[in-house]
């Protein structure tokens, strides 16, 4: 007979397992709660973002809908499901679910900006404009609506939407750090349209400064991981590791840092015939859980916990297929351009030995102002100070000269100049790296009709162009401390 308290155990049992590195004896203990545990609860939040984090995206999302039908159902529990259906690509069922929704929640400002969101990943900005201002005149103290606007319009001077946010300012700083760190960055980025450098660069240090204060960015330690990568995944060290037996070639992966150019390479690929899609896919980490914290050591380990099995990293490759065939599908080839791979590089070309890279680099300062200027909506530390954008650039400097030296033939380093300069020559080169012919539409992405959720999501919609080569040279504050802070990081 079950107890009362069985749910839970089972899940407490699950991250139990988690702790000792055993993804899949979580995941059936998840599966297990999902067949017998009561279908509603308020735990069901926390399972959906166990769940996700595990990679199990369809378990993630019935945990959602369950916490969503739970009582007392309230629009912001919809709207949490929502959101879980949009970040995974399911754009489609988010829409069909508000059309069944009563005429006045649809008509809700925070639904409106979902809807505007929804917008302006599949690239109709006329049309998320429309959603967003609708929402801003219920609700103009929405700094995440303004926000939302501010990445799909182009302001000019004199333009009433900049006087009506700095109107609005002083009351925002009401709303909680994040909210109004989001809501200035949304203001700093009108003041760049306009062409007011000096404004814009005050503005984005007033927005930087309470996130620094959130999201504090431990830089010792993360150089000491780029050191120990760099000491111990080393030619002789990985005859350490059993080879692995999955020989798959679908998931081609695009790395850099952020603002990089990574998102108009992922829009190329995914504008060829051969490709089926892509996105920040935040799988690969999930099938690794088994590797411990990613180190060689906890890659040794995972194999002596697994004595008797001849093909350990195969079966991650596998698990991680499957994490993919979950999301897109079993037909096509995809894009993974997750953020921070290059921490993660040694162990997913020995888990996946046909798997090819494209590295994306960029001029530092040109690629650091670009991070400064943006607001991540994922959790980036680094990116709130010049000082810590520099050592995180010079750290991935590190990385890159590394694996791209021990594996030549499988990372292909993009220089952004040259590709926006001559993409009739590069583009070529970046297919035939991934081992496909090129087609007339993959020379003009900005066309491809698909979804897009990252900060470019605006400039990919643009034909590939030079006009943010150089960028940095109009911030002369900011380029002074970024490059003092480069050469001394």
């Known amino acids: 007979m079950t107890t009362a308290s069985a749910p839970d155990n089972r899940v407490l049992q699950a991250i139990d ?9 979580a995941v059936a203990l998840l599966r297990e709660e999902f067949a017998n545990g009561s279908p509603t609860g308020d735990r069901w939040r926390s399972i959906a973002r166990l769940s996700f984090t595990i990679g199990e995206l369809s378990l993630s999302h019935e945990a959602a809908r369950r916490y969503a039908m739970s009582p007392p159902q309230s629009l912001d529990r919809t709207i949490s499901y929502f959101r879980e259906l949009i970040r995974d690509g399911h754009e489609e069922t988010a829409l069909k679910q508000i059309d069944a929704l009563p005429v006045k929640l649809r008509e809700h400002s925070s639904i409106l900006h979902l809807l505007g969101t929804i917008a302006t990943q599949t690239g109709d900005f006329r049309q998320a404009e429309s959603h967003f201002r609708r929402a801003l005149a219920q609700t103009p103290l929405a700094p995440q609506s303004w926000f939302a606007l501010s990445v799909i319009k182009t302001f000019s001077a004199g333009d009433p939407d900049i006087s009506l946010m700095e109107a609005l300012k002083p009351d925002m700083k009401q709303a909680e750090p994040k909210l109004y760190a989001q809501f200035v960055y949304a203001l700093a980025k009108a003041y760049d349209d306009t062409g007011d450098r000096v404004k814009a660069y005050q503005l984005y240090q007033e927005g930087a400064e309470p996130m ?10 993360w150089n000491r991981t780029t050191d120990q990568l760099i000491r111990d995944y080393q030619p002789e060290k990985f005859k ?25 390479v992922e829009q190329i ?6 490709f089926h899609d892509g996105a920040e896919l935040n799988l690969l980490r999930a099938a690794l859980i088994p590797a411990g914290d990613f180190s060689l050591l906890g890659a ?53 030995p046909n798997a090819r890279v494209i590295w994306l680099r960029r001029n530092p300062a040109d690629c650091a102002l670009s991070c400064f200027r943006t607001y991540f909506t994922a959790s980036i530390p680094w990116s709130w100070s010049v000082s810590d954008i520099a050592a995180y650039m010079k750290s991935e400097d590190r990385l890159h000269t590394h694996w791209a030296s021990l594996f030549p033939d499988r990372i292909l380093t993009v220089p952004y100049e040259e590709l926006t300069a001559d993409p009739r020559s590069w583009i070529p080169r970046i297919l035939a790296h991934v081992g496909v012919d090129a087609e007339p539409q993959v020379f003009e992405p900005h066309k491809s009709e698909r979804s897009v959720m990252t900060a470019s999501v605006a400039q990919v919609r643009n034909p590939i162009s030079t006009s943010r080569v150089g960028a940095s040279q109009a911030y002369a504050q900011f380029l002074e401390a970024f490059q003092r802070a480069y050469q001394t990081a």
């Open 17 to 25: 397992r988690l702790k000792t590195f055993d993804r899949r004896g």
């Open 300 to 352: 040794l380990n995972y194999q002596l916990r697994n004595p008797d099995d001849t093909d350990p990293w195969g079966e991650i490759g596998r698990d991680y297929l499957a994490m993919i065939t979950e999301r897109f599908g079993s037909t096509g080839r995809i894009i993974d351009k997750t953020l921070n791979h290059s921490r993660l590089m040694g162990l997913l070309l020995h888990t996946l």
């Open 212 to 221: 620094r204060a959130e999201e504090a960015f431990d830089l010792q330690a």
């Open 269 to 274: 690929l995914a504008s060829h015939s051969q």
């Open 240 to 264: 350490l590791l059993t080879p692995s037996g999955c020989d798959s070639e679908r998931v081609t992966f695009v790395n850099g840092a952020p603002r990089s150019g990574t998102t108009l």
